[in-house]
């Protein structure tokens, strides 16, 4: 990871190489301290590519052991090699040759989990995005696409699985108390999809029957004594695989997929073609080990990781800079079937809360970058929300401004085109353009142009000639190295309700291109003329969230009262109800903040207890409205000048207040929870959990004592339930003797179980104050902490940093230090890692004067050091710009 320490890559370089792979044989001879990978590579020269010019291979702390083309080992005087590097020159005249390489590594060094790496007597790989070099010299890049067989030799006892990409070719027992397997994939692929697992694991089969009638196998192989909890996963899976044949017509192209589970993993998860690798998190779940969250979640991903099968792996990335060809699109993918599968506006609500408490900061501060960057340094920190989730909505407003059918016909010929290449988003976007005719030069730019645009809105209505004018203006902040931004091609679906709360319709609309109810604003400021509206309406806008902007409207309070009431469209419904939410508690930090006392209008009480109460609300929608904003939403929106403690006293005294006047329906909806029947991991049923754990806290804060969370710790018979009660425990009455029973409890009861430890740990990093970075610290020490498992690290220390605003804030600044002294060791061990949980700095600009002095000071010392990973310098490096 320390190779070429400050290269930075620009997407205006990119060109293909000179050379073509045809087929890769790898083999494997699995060793825990010394492995060795022989690789025979058929290549020839690219048409029309200088034939003097050399081969140069990437390479990532390799040693090589071996090296001949055509059979015959090359002379020391025809290439070069060190670790991250072979060149290799006069290369035949006919172009045409076969390259054997061989390489020794240490797949039980390898704490970066990237490559080859062996963990808890597991052999497994991550390619993505630049693994593969970590294994063997190769074109380690996305548009080399070559047919993989692979051969893996181990120890019988100890792997008698050993799998790879594609299907099964062979399998034999050798004489020394080894076996080998070989597969064969016949779909080119580029390396980073590579995949290879080993070790002794248990299994669960399926079938699944394709729309063409094909019998494919499924696979989850999880770790043993575990298998009973794969079950959903593999149900997910099945869903997914039928979802995508009847809503995007995609078939499944191998006969076997199999998915394996393991505990040490960087990531989520990784779509190696016809082996996805999991962290175990997202995959292993029963109603006691799981919450509701945590279904949700398998399911969404299993389903990403297939979907990428066709959006991803048929039709791959040109280079790094395209990777939200990929990511986007199939989070996009991901986000519609959540959407099929469960509540389409709770799911949507979901997805905006995510993108504002996430994608929003990242655009707003010195991390910010376009959907498709022009330059890195390290391609491992562009795995991002802009990529993701900014990428999954530009999609998705393409498919507003086209519809749903104009969508699928551009996606179908995407896929008839491309299949089988490595394409730019230019490819992508075009098919759209010549499938439906639209033209898509402006709204391009959402892809080039980083920040998020703000909308402001003005409207004047006309009772006499019964016309509403609505101005809407656009304006992107600067961002790193983007000063001067353009107007965006943005659809605003928009509604507007009438005075008995019901949709007005208008008979005509002038002022700009518009679809329906969807206003396309091209310009900085345009005027939307409605025609026939005969009554001043309540104005609803971006409605669905359709697209990922921040809204500025003046409104008055009625009628916002009235859109938090009646208005139809639920996403913009929660988003008047959270706005309002917002709104109070934003001032009643300013009043903390002043020494000022905090009050709480009724009309805000009564929306919250009025939507709580509402029965023609689903009651996961219900839950959503009644979780208040977060402190860290709080400080979001504040922006500047942010103080953690006047926000966690105003949150406390606030929702003291709201739970005070509701407090009889909060009783009665947390009391709800009682009656419910056996568990069951649907949609339905974690909604009514969601409202009965929502009014809990609330109804637990009006009372001030712990004793009903207690009492829900309890008699909880499932992990949502409890983890929900034990929060409210710490939380709320943190040093109670309630809470540290429920905590004492649970660390006993999980005391085997390291993933529902991680919630322990995630509940204590996070309970409200400047002590608990003692207990952070002494955490570090409890025998289920390891620091060299990603999944633990995450749960405590990235919990405490990210999402712990004033633990992590302590005035002080010793929170700071604790968090510099932590990033400096880890970045030896695992700087992917790293570098992710250092981004959780990434706003500290906003912070008030002392603590981000302290806080600059502490990142300063990190930068201070000249040997970090190049992951973690330029994270502090952008960060301190
Ligand atoms: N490509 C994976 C996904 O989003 C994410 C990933 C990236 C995993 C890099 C590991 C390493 O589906
Ligand atoms: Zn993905």
């Not at 000063?483 to 609309?509: C, F, Q, T, W, Y």
Request: aromatic share 8%; with cysteine.
């Amino acid at each position: 990871m320390q190779a070429d320490k400050n290269r930075t890559v620009y997407l205006k370089d990119y060109r293909p190489t000179d050379f073509i792979i045809e087929t890769v044989d790898l083999v494997f001879d699995l060793g825990e301290t010394m492995t060795t990978v022989g690789s025979q590579i058929r290549m020839r020269r690219r048409p029309g590519a200088d034939p003097s010019a050399p081969l140069i291979f990437d390479g990532d702390g390799l040693a090589l052991s071996g090296l001949a083309l055509d059979g015959k080992p090359l002379l020391p005087e025809r290439y070069d090699s060190n670790a991250n590097r072979l060149t290799i020159r006069d290369l035949p005249e006919d172009g045409a040759f076969t390259l054997t390489i061989k390489t020794r590594i240490n797949p039980t060094a390898n704490s970066q989990l990237l490559g080859l790496y062996r963990t808890n007597g597991i052999y497994s790989t991550q390619c993505e995005a630049e693994g593969f070099r970590r294994i063997t010299y190769f074109y380690d890049r996305p548009d080399v696409l070559a047919v993989y067989t692979v051969t893996i030799i181990a120890d019988e006892k100890t792997c008698p699985l050993l799998l790879s990409n594609g299907n099964l070719v062979e399998e034999q027992r050798l004489d020394d108390g080894r076996h080998m397997a070989r597969w064969h994939d016949p779909f080119p692929k580029p390396s980073y999809l590579f995949a290879l697992v080993a070790g002794d694991l248990s299994m669960i089969e399926d079938r699944f029957k394709t729309m063409s009638g094909r019998d494919v196998t499924l696979r989850i192989y999880v770790e043993h004594g575990k298998a009973g909890r794969a079950g959903y996963a593999m149900d997910s899976l099945k869903r997914a695989m039928k979802w995508d044949e009847e809503r995007f017509g995609r078939e499944y192209d191998l006969d076997i997929f199999m998915i394996v589970a393991v505990s040490d993993f960087n990531m989520g998860a990784m779509e190696n073609k016809g082996l996805n690798i999991f962290n175990d998190r997202l995959i292993l779940a029963d109603p006691e080990t799981a919450t509701d969250d945590d279904y949700a979640r398998i399911e969404a991903v299993v389903a990403h990781e297939y979907f990428h099968n066709w959006t991803g792996n048929r039709i791959t990335c040109r280079d790094w800079f395209q990777l939200s060809l990929k990511e986007g699109l199939t989070v996009y993918r991901e986000h519609e079937f959540s959407a099929d599968e469960r509540s389409r506006p709770v799911v949507r609500v979901e997805e905006v809360k995510f993108l504002r408490a996430h994608q929003f900061p990242e655009d707003g501060g010195p991390l910010a970058h376009p959907v498709r960057p022009t330059e890195y340094v390290e391609i491992d920190n562009f795995y991002t929300t802009t990529v993701y989730e900014k990428g999954s909505e530009v999609s998705r407003m393409i498919a507003t401004l086209l519809g749903p059918e104009g969508f699928r016909k551009g996606l179908d010929l995407f896929f008839e085109r491309h299949d089988g290449g490595a394409v730019t988003i230019e490819d992508y976007l075009t098919c759209f353009e010549e499938a439906t005719g639209h033209d898509l030069t402006h709204f391009a730019l959402w892809y080039h142009q980083a920040g998020t645009p703000v909308i402001s809105v003005d409207s004047a209505y006309d009772e006499e000639k019964a016309e509403l004018r609505l101005t809407l203006g656009q304006k992107t902040p600067a961002t790193p190295g983007q000063r001067i931004k353009k107007p965006l091609h943005i659809p605003l679906r928009v509604g507007l309700i009438g005075p008995n709360g019901d949709d007005m319709e208008a008979s005509a609309i002038s002022g700009g291109a518009h679809r329906k109810d969807v206003l396309e604003l091209t310009q900085d400021e345009q005027t939307f003329v409605f025609e026939g509206i005969g009554a001043r309406p309540a104005i609803s806008v971006n409605r669905d969230f359709s697209a990922p902007v921040r809204v500025r409207f003046d409104q008055s309070r009625e009628d916002r009262l009235r859109i938090a009431g009646a208005e139809t469209d639920l996403v913009a419904r929660w988003d008047t109800v959270n706005a309002l939410a917002l709104e109070a508690l934003v001032r009643a930090a300013e009043n903390v903040k002043a020494g000022q006392p905090v009050t709480v209008d009724a009309g805000l009480s009564a929306v919250l207890v009025a939507t709580a109460e509402d029965e023609t609300l689903e009651p996961a929608f219900r839950a959503l409205a009644l979780a208040l904003p977060s402190e860290l939403d709080i400080g979001r929106e504040i922006g500047a000048n942010v103080d953690p403690d006047a926000i966690h006293t105003a949150r406390k005294t606030v929702i003291r207040a709201i739970a005070e006047t509701g407090c009889e329906t909060f009783v009665r909806l947390a009391t709800g929870m009682d009656t419910l029947s056996a568990f069951s991991p649907d949609a339905a049923s974690a909604g009514r959990r969601a409202l009965a754990n929502a009014a809990l806290a609330l109804a637990a804060a009006a009372e001030n004592t712990p004793a009903r969370a207690s009492r829900a710790y309890q008699a909880a018979d499932n992990m949502t339930d409890m983890l929900a009660a034990m929060r409210v425990l710490a939380h709320q009455f943190a040093g109670s003797d309630e809470a540290e029973d429920a905590l004492s409890d649970f660390r006993r009861r999980f005391a085997g179980e390291p993933l529902v430890l991680d919630k322990w740990f995630s509940t204590l990093a996070t309970v409200p104050g400047g002590q608990t970075l003692e207990r952070v610290a002494s955490l570090m020490g409890d025998t289920a902490f390891d620091e060299t498992n990603p999944n633990r690290v995450r749960a405590l220390i990235g919990a405490f940093a990210s999402s712990n605003p004033t633990g992590f804030n302590r005035p002080d600044g010793a929170a700071y230090d604790f968090f510099a002294d932590f990033i400096l060791t880890s970045d030896r061990r695992n700087a992917t890692l790293t570098a992710r949980l250092m981004t959780a700095m990434r706003s500290f600009e906003a912070l008030e004067p002392q603590r981000r002095a302290l806080a600059r000071k502490a990142i300063e010392r990190i930068a201070g050091h000249d040997d970090l990973s190049r992951n973690l310098r330029d994270i502090v490096d952008r960060m301190l710009k």
